[in-house]
């Protein structure tokens, strides 16, 4: 079946301007997860969507940065007056809640945004 | 504090040996479970292991298994027969209890190569 896709996989934009970055999850999976992965570093948690509500942004690293996700599936991350420190590739997952746990449910990660902001 | 710990920062093998990725952890939740990724040049995050932390064995999934030592809080990936299509990194992580399940935390990774 479709995997998690993320649109666009590249975006080059200049400081100041506004990105939007789109993730479609896997369908059927409630839980959606935003995570942020600097050149040759590790994944940075910024915010997790359990069906359209947001229980946990405390990743989100300023107010530039904010999230929604509609009808339970698609989610976007907007970053709003982009500075060169949120050049990154942007990495959504989505999960299935097993009897209403994530307990062992493993992330289903997409292929990521490449932001580049010049 | 780090909560995940990946002391390795690269690592090399020769092709068809075996090798062993460190992970250590850091939670005072008695119920979490701990997933192995691997990440190729290519980028995508690929789930290789998954660990519960009541499990009694430790996982394994075909060339890949977890030592899981619970009382040292680690969880160290066995690559067994290493191919030269394992270089990549690997990212150790963790889910807790204590925060619903929810929000699964990344270790640095290593860097492993595969020498032929």
């Known amino acids: 079946g479709a995997g998690v896709s993320q649109s666009p996989s590249n975006k080059v934009t200049e400081k100041g301007k506004d990105v939007e970055l789109r993730c479609d999850p896997i369908?059927?999976?409630?839980?959606l997860y935003w995570y942020r992965q600097s050149l040759g570093q590790g994944l940075e948690f910024l915010i997790y969507?359990?069906?359209?509500?947001?229980?946990?942004k405390s990743g989100l690293p300023s107010d530039r940065f904010s999230a929604e996700r509609t009808g339970g599936s698609v989610s976007t991350l907007t970053i709003q007056r982009t500075q060169q420190e949120d050049s990154a590739v942007y990495l959504c997952a989505s999960s299935l809640s097993r009897d209403g746990s994530l307990y062992n449910s493993p992330l289903h990660f997409g292929n990521g945004t490449r932001l580049t902001v010049t | 504090a780090q909560k995940i710990t990946q002391t390795q920062p690269g690592m090399f093998v020769q092709e068809k040996e075996a090798v062993t990725l460190d992970c250590t952890y850091d939670t005072s939740d008695q119920s979490y479970g701990l997933f192995w990724y691997k990440q190729p040049s290519s980028g995508e995050m690929i789930f290789l292991i998954y660990?519960?932390?009541?499990?009694?064995q430790n996982a394994t999934e075909g060339r890949y298994s977890l030592n899981f030592q619970k009382a040292r809080k680690s969880a160290n990936l066995v690559i067994s027969a290493s191919q030269l299509g394992d270089s990549a990194m690997y990212f150790c992580?963790?889910?807790?209890?204590?925060?619903?399940?929810?929000?699964?935390?990344f270790g640095a990774g290593t860097r492993l190569a595969v020498h032929p």
């Open positions: 660990q519960g932390s009541y499990d009694e």
């Open positions: 992580a963790m889910r807790e209890r204590s925060r619903g399940y929810n929000k699964l935390i």
């Open positions: 369908s059927g999976h409630t839980a």
């Open positions: 969507f359990q069906g359209n509500s947001a229980p946990d």
